[in-house]
């Protein structure tokens, strides 16, 4: 009888152990094409074990102007309306969950330095964001899309406008009756005043982990240590798990140092690439309070994909096999 109870036991700690594996967000974070694509692209991501795909409807904002752009003729098609349902609809077609995560592009800079000097165009920003995200929000609605982004990045609008997000949020749940998420630069997650009213904390989680050339995994899992320990904290806050709305690495030397890129100038390293995915997930897939990511990034056409030996893409590179055993 004894033995009976123990082995019980460790059967259904590994079918709890598969469990929360087959649970897990385990996803690619897609590239918009330039132009229309067909279904074949969608059906290769089954060779990763991927079951989650993240679409980004752009919008672009110029210099300190108060305005989103968005849905523009000069836009390329996989980041319009138009691009966008055609790629949830291929997605779906291969049993692929889709994330829609509007973002919008600054111009001259990043968007979450993004700030504006009057209550006047603080006002006209916001609506025509809020018009932005509402038009998504229907279109996530509509082809029954599995996790919406109400935004990302937006560190300065989240800390100088503390209200807005709250009414924005309350806007998106009259039209749209899915997930909800943020996503939060990594440096401004604690930030955020909102988290309550989602489904899931998302962080855009470009650490920087260690200043050497190709450190090793065990020492890149002792720098997430205590990363992962305010995140489980703020997790814990929040009774939310954690969501990497974006995680990666170059495939370059000192790509754990400038985590967030380092504009080409070190040398190929595609083995602190692989490095760098194999303490990430190490450190975080076993944990119940963490939802799974979505990797940076995936590309979709051979246009976009051109000379990305040094750079995020894991496509082609040492670090798929990696992907592929922890996805599956």
């Known amino acids: 009888m004894k033995f009976c109870k123990k082995y019980l036991f460790i059967v259904f700690?590994?079918?709890?152990?598969?469990?929360?594996?087959?649970?897990?967000i385990n996803g690619v974070s897609l590239v918009s094409p330039p132009k229309s694509v067909n279904e074949v692209p969608f059906v290769d991501l089954h060779q990763i074990n991927a079951n989650w795909v993240a679409i980004i409807p752009f919008a672009f904002s110029k210099d300190t102007a108060p305005n989103?752009?968005?849905?523009?003729?000069?836009?390329?098609?996989?980041?319009?309306t138009e691009g966008v349902v055609a790629m949830i609809n291929f997605a779906k077609k291969q049993q692929l969950k889709v994330f829609l995560k509007p973002h919008v592009w600054h111009r001259k800079g990043w968007i979450g330095d993004f700030t504006l000097e009057t209550e006047q165009d603080w006002e006209v920003w916001e609506k025509e964001y809020t018009d932005y995200i509402l038009s998504y929000a229907k279109v996530a609605q509509e082809q029954q899309v599995e996790l919406f982004c109400v935004g990302t990045e937006l560190k300065?609008?989240?800390?100088?406008?503390?209200?807005?997000?709250?009414?924005?949020?309350?806007?998106?749940?009259?039209?749209?009756?899915?997930?909800?998420?943020?996503?939060a630069n990594w440096d401004n997650a604690e930030g955020v005043n909102f988290w309550q009213e989602?489904?899931?904390?998302?962080?855009?989680?470009?650490?920087?982990?260690?200043?050497?050339?190709?450190?090793?995994?065990?020492?890149?899992?002792?720098?997430?240590?205590?990363?992962?320990?305010?995140?489980?904290?703020?997790?814990?806050?929040?009774?939310?798990?954690?969501?990497?709305?974006?995680?990666?690495?170059?495939?370059?030397?000192?790509?754990?140092?400038?985590?967030?890129?380092?504009?080409?100038?070190?040398?190929?390293?595609?083995?602190?690439?692989?490095?760098?995915?194999?303490?990430?997930?190490?450190?975080?897939?076993?944990?119940?309070?963490?939802?799974?990511?979505?990797?940076?990034?995936?590309?979709?056409?051979?246009?976009?994909?051109?000379?990305?030996?040094?750079?995020?893409?894991?496509?082609?590179?040492?670090?798929?096999?990696?992907?592929?055993?922890q996805f599956r």
């Open 13 to 24: 700690s590994l079918l709890t152990v598969v469990s929360c594996s087959q649970k897990k």
């Open 68 to 80: 989103v752009y968005f849905d523009h003729d000069r836009q390329w098609w996989g980041e319009k």
């Open 156 to 183: 300065q609008v989240v800390l100088k406008r503390p209200l807005f997000f709250k009414e924005l949020i309350k806007k998106v749940k009259q039209i749209y009756k899915g997930k909800l998420t943020y996503a």
């Open 198 to 325: 989602l489904d899931y904390i998302g962080v855009d989680a470009y650490y920087t982990l260690s200043n050497k050339k190709e450190p090793s995994v065990d020492e890149l899992i002792k720098a997430w240590q205590p990363i992962k320990q305010n995140l489980h904290e703020l997790s814990k806050r929040n009774n939310k798990p954690i969501l990497l709305t974006e995680y990666g690495f170059e495939s370059c030397d000192f790509n754990t140092k400038d985590t967030w890129g380092s504009n080409g100038i070190y040398a190929v390293n595609e083995q602190a690439q692989a490095n760098a995915y194999k303490a990430l997930y190490k450190t975080f897939y076993n944990h119940n309070w963490f939802a799974g990511g979505f990797l940076w990034k995936w590309h979709l056409t051979e246009t976009t994909f051109r000379n990305k030996s040094k750079t995020f893409t894991p496509q082609g590179k040492r670090v798929i096999d990696v992907i592929k055993n």
